[in-house]
């Protein structure tokens, strides 16, 4: 046996979509916390307010859960997004054609023009 090489075991490391899924405690936690956040918002008014010590309640009871439960799967873009940037053109931007239009110039009102009486 030598001593330069090291056993590893015969299992394959986990996979990378294992490590990046939230613990499934704490995931069903935030998701708790920011439905009763929007059902209290949809039910209670006094929920859409403001406070003194607060601030914007909305922000709060749905904003910051919503934002919580999205910082748990680091961050990532959802797949919609991700699958609409994907089909941009990627060519270069079109370019206004060289030849100038030539805009009509509309007569003056205000100085009586066009056979108008002032």
């Not at 009763?36 to 309640?57: E, T």
């Not at 805009?103 to 108008?116: E, K, S």
């Amino acid at each position: 046996m030598s001593l330069s090489s090291s056993r590893r075991s015969p299992r394959s490391p986990a996979s990378p979509r294992l490590l990046d899924a939230p613990h499934p405690q704490v995931l069903r936690a935030v998701q708790q916390v920011a439905l009763a956040g929007l059902a209290l918002v949809l039910v209670w008014p006094a929920a859409r307010g403001y406070s003194q010590w607060l601030g914007w309640l909305p922000m709060w009871l749905v904003g910051m859960p919503l934002l919580a439960w999205w910082a748990l799967y680091r961050f990532r873009l959802p797949a919609a997004l991700l699958a609409r940037q994907h089909t941009r053109r990627r060519g270069p931007q079109a370019r206004r054609r060289s030849s100038a239009r030539v805009r009509r110039t509309r007569p003056d009102l205000r100085q009586g023009g066009a056979g108008q009486a002032v």
